[in-house]
DNA sequence: GCAAAAGTGTTGTCCTTACACCCATGC
DNA sequence: GCATGGGTGTAAGGACAACACTTTTGC
């Protein structure tokens, strides 16, 4: 077929075209508009899925909830200005974090048109204790949530979806948990945000199988029942198993 | 635990911090950043993947293929705007189209500081024939491209894989196929973006089970061989058991 | 000793895979 | 009549779901 040959085809027409030599002009020439980054912070505690959030500081949205973000500084990626948000407020480095959507209707913002780029991050808040009571920066359950600043709502629903799905096809969860767990902490994670039930028996084999966890020969401890083990996230072995990997399914 | 109170927490210290009132003004003193959305439009021909691109107007890309972009209109969306970059290049409106990913290294643009957008969409050649050959526009093996403008075989390589992963989640693919179309097309679509073989018979009683394609009665014509059967995607009952859907797995 | 959760195996069912032969059409 | 791909069914194996009892610890 014809169209096969079109790779290699002859530049016979760029000459008849007016091509651009001043990319600076033709940059200068495009509308600008503020870019700003938002981060969904999730954590783990006490059985819920908690998102980090601060009190909103303009006026109009007092007393609101807002995400953490800021404006992208110039000449920053926007991967660079998220984990500089989270370093600034959980001082933490070092943390799961993925671009998720970007934001853009018009009217999103009070003050004119702000396009927003949101994270997802996941972080496990044993880590985070000691900042957390400066500047009105709290957990909140997901689920309770509601009242929140500009369109943060549906940004955090969003992402919530996203880490739903994501957490399917990767094992993102062991992100959100201390670094030694039990295996009925684990199964807690899966049934809190995916809002499922699950075999205990069942979830059990199905994650031995995968073979990515690590026996610490330890046991939990302050339980009022019998202590289950503790186990680590090989992190090795999975990225080596990662191409067989397909997925979770419940 | 004391946190779940958190949510319904008594506004105890917002008296203490400075608000913002002039929320014009703070969004004025953002930096601002120039935002295009750039589309990676797919299109299925000669059971080859294709991409439409156009011949860069760049000086200093002569030669080299762009996806299809512009910059983002004051108060536009940025959905509209890949929208409307899709019908003033295909003239088609009602196609298949979603954001994918933002990409914003600082020196991805030669002329400074230029965000994209990038949004994936897939149509059928068939219907966009006519338009082709206006502007230096066409349709390229997917494969086989390399050479192109700014960071857009990124872009492009991104989108890909995201269209191969999300044909699996969703019958996409559909969308790059004429209304009527034989299975031996379908599997043909399958096999190519996934790059992987498939059993015939299993094959067609995968896509019979899932029951959203309609027999026309119709047959192919014009091929060389016992002609096969013709469907058409039953766009409503997909709707219907969308619930039930959990993905294809090959 | 009692409450509460940890730990463990088996069976049936369903889904997936592998595989071979006849059929309709164009030439 | 022959080449090409269309159309169909079955059997074996593997994965998943359902399910109950014993063990260990704190109190």
């Not at 980054?37 to 783990?44: A, S």
């Amino acid at each position: 077929m014809l169209r096969d040959d079109l790779d290699i085809m002859p530049l016979h027409t760029d000459s008849e075209r007016t091509l651009i030599k001043d990319v600076y002009k033709l940059v200068e020439s495009y509308p600008r508009v503020p870019i700003t980054v938002d981060c969904v912070i999730f954590g783990f505690d006490n059985n819920e899925l908690k998102v980090l959030l601060i009190r909103s500081d303009i006026e109009m949205y007092k007393g609101k909830w807002s995400l953490l973000g800021d404006f992208a500084h110039d000449d920053e990626e926007l991967d660079d200005a998220a984990y500089r948000v989270l370093r600034e407020r959980t001082g933490m480095d070092d943390v799961y974090l993925e671009q998720v959507k970007t934001f853009s209707k018009p009217n999103r913002h009070p003050g004119g048109r702000v396009l927003t780029v949101a994270y997802c991050s996941l972080l496990n808040t044993e880590h985070h204790d000691l900042k957390i009571l400066a500047n009105e920066l709290h957990w909140h359950s997901v689920k309770k949530i509601c009242d929140m600043a500009f369109d943060h709502k549906e940004i955090m629903d969003t992402c919530y979806a996203w880490l739903q799905k994501r957490m399917l096809e990767h094992p993102l969860g062991l992100n959100l948990l201390p670094e030694k767990f039990s295996l009925r902490e684990l199964q807690n994670l899966y049934e809190v945000i995916l809002d499922i039930k699950l075999d205990r028996r069942n979830f059990r084999k199905k994650f031995f199988s995968m073979d990515f966890l690590i026996d610490t020969g330890e046991y939990e401890d302050d339980v009022p029942h019998r202590p289950g083990r503790l186990y680590r996230f090989d992190y090795d072995k999975y990225q080596q198993n990662k191409r067989r990997w397909t997925g979770i399914e419940f």
